[in-house]
């Protein structure tokens, strides 16, 4: 075997482990092993929950979505949901958020999923004084940290894109 050969023989067969290595890391954090999958099902389930509500049942939806979160997200949750409630109740505020397309792994470990989702949210308010309310969907990005639980995907963490 001349030079040339075994340098082309070489170059071919280092590059096979590395291939190798970052197959089997990209099937770990595949969309479609079934930890991601469930921690995605739930993230668009949570987005749904969290980011919707009425100026009527504004307690109940709170609840509802307060019963998608850790623990500690619920209690950050909590300061600022005093402050939507009446200032949804004061604009008469009908939210619904509806995940848009599929969601995105953005990290994945074994009990920890960020999910990044793109979301339509269809807003109906009346602001005091006027006659007719106003209407505005917004498309947004928002990026869910999801945290096994119990055995349940629970939002850690929301932030706007």
């Known amino acids: 075997m001349n030079r040339r050969t075994a340098a082309a023989v070489v170059l071919c067969v280092l590059p096979l482990p590395t291939a ?4 089997a890391l990209v099937e770990r954090g595949s969309a479609t092993s079934p930890s991601t999958a469930g921690a995605l099902v ?6 749904r929950e969290v980011l919707s509500y009425d100026y009527r049942t504004m307690n109940a939806d709170l609840a509802r979505a307060e019963g998608q979160m850790t623990p500690s997200f619920r209690r950050a949750f909590a300061s600022t949901a005093a402050s939507l409630a009446a200032e949804a109740r004061q604009v008469k505020a009908i939210v619904q958020a509806t995940p848009a397309g599929p969601p995105g792994i953005v990290s994945a470990v ?3 999923v960020v999910v990044l989702l ?4 269809a807003a ?16 947004e990005r928002v990026q869910l940290t999801m945290t096994r639980s119990g055995g349940r995907w629970l939002v850690a963490g929301i932030a706007a894109l």
């Open 110 to 112: 074994t009990d920890r």
């Open 42 to 47: 739930a993230a668009q389930r949570a987005a």
């Open 20 to 23: 190798a290595v970052l197959a």
């Open 124 to 139: 109906v308010k009346q602001t005091p004084g006027t006659t007719t309310p106003t209407t505005r969907i917004d498309q």
């Open 118 to 121: 793109f979301v339509d949210q």
